[in-house]
């Protein structure tokens, strides 16, 4: 029924068959542009007539062959202010439509308006849902769409028009959460910003304190060492003022006695007396030490100090004094050789045959003996040049058999691992290649217990940051080593 009164609609008032390419002149009739033409050659007068309602214009609009059907569905020039053109344009950001003259704006972004079908040439009446086109009413009814869902064109439009609201209420969901995200990053970026600078205040009040305190220590060493250079300088002096006053002596006592000139018994007896005793006078002064420079103790001034100012350096930033950290042999595999200081450990091809206890793991691998419940801590490993290992940190309520006892695969355990010289991160069985290509046989492992981080580094030159883990911890954190071929030392 729709398309018998659209049908209706479209018979031209001269021809009274379906218009072809159809013209809607002002006054709103409509018809085919070859009758109109027709038409406008048999007026005499030269003006344009209706010839339905024989209402004069003195220029005729001729509509594009894209115009709609009904009245209410002309869309019209929004440009115009007198007499307004039917437009051939339509913004897509906004809702100006434009005869395709008219000047346009930048910020519009505009598409040509069709309303016509593509085969026939006729206008658009309907939409065929199944291939997602607007037809006229010749192709409705034509075998292509046989059997598809075809509607009016207004009722299609209007569905889609709900669809084009609900797709507004995401869009703008979108935009309020892109809006919100957005300000959140500002927010971040701020605190970033204002954490750089605190720390870079710190930093810079550490090491002017620091060159301070090492001004202060190089001083008070200079002055050590001046001091110690005057004491060796006054003994040394005196002992040689000593031996110039024995040298006139002993010198005065050779001559008397190559001269002979005392012969009188007494008097021999008496220079006897005078020269053994300068004799032995002299013998005490040429066995004397030396004063000389206290080398340990200028030694012992500077470990002690350059000890002191680094710790207060590691303190600053709150970098904890981690104790010597060790291996527990308790929890190392039969698979895995433990050095008898306790710090490295290596594939084994052998069997250790060590005792059988619920905390022994059952693959190549170990922990730490003590863990980690509060506070910062860098922690370094040294690995051999090539080799599989994993290393991390884990739980001690870490499973210690089967799959879910190796390093990364559960949540109890973070790991960093190297496998045919390539590096990877696993948590819960998700593996993350690294990007960075081994290059340092130095790795060192930061914890911030409270922060809930685990990070990675490289420490070659510059240190390579690798991975950062973040999380809650529940439980204290220990050390693991999983080795398969090669070796990892902790150094201290």
Known sequence: MASADLADKLICSACL??????????????FCQECIVVQDTLEESGDHICP???????????SPKTQPLSEDDKIFCTDCTFSPLEADISCMTCDA???DNHSKSEEDVFTKLNFTCSSPKNTLTHHCSEDETCICVTCSGAEEHEGH???????????RKENLRNVLEKLSENKKAAEERVEDLQKYLTEAQEKASGLSESVVALFRDTRRQLDDLEHKVLKDISNQEEQVRASVCHLIHELEVKISNLSRDIKDMEEGTITEPLPVFHRWESVKHDLGDAEVVLNQDRSDL???LIS?????????IVTSMKMGFYVEQTPDIVLDLNTASDDIYITGDLKSASGSESKQNRPKIPERFQYNQVLSARSFTSGRHFLEVETCPTGNWRLGMTYPSIA???????VGHSDKSWGLCRYLNQYFVIHYRRVIPV????SSQRLGIYLDYEAGQIRFYELCDPIRHLYTYTTTFNEGLHLILGVYTGWVRIRS
């Open 52 to 62: 339905e309602c024989r209402v004069e214009f003195p220029e005729r609009r001729v």
């Open 294 to 296: 206290d080398v340990g």
């Open 435 to 438: 990007p960075h290509k081994p």
């Open 149 to 159: 869902q075809v509607e009016p064109l207004m009722e299609a439009s209007d569905k």
């Open 300 to 308: 012992a001034t500077l470990h002690l100090a350059l000890s002191d």
């Open 400 to 406: 210690r058999k089967g799959y879910h006892s190796l």
């Open 17 to 30: 068959t379906i218009c072809k390419e159809p013209i809607r002149l002002r006054c709103g009739h409509k």
């Open 97 to 99: 439509s434009l005869y």
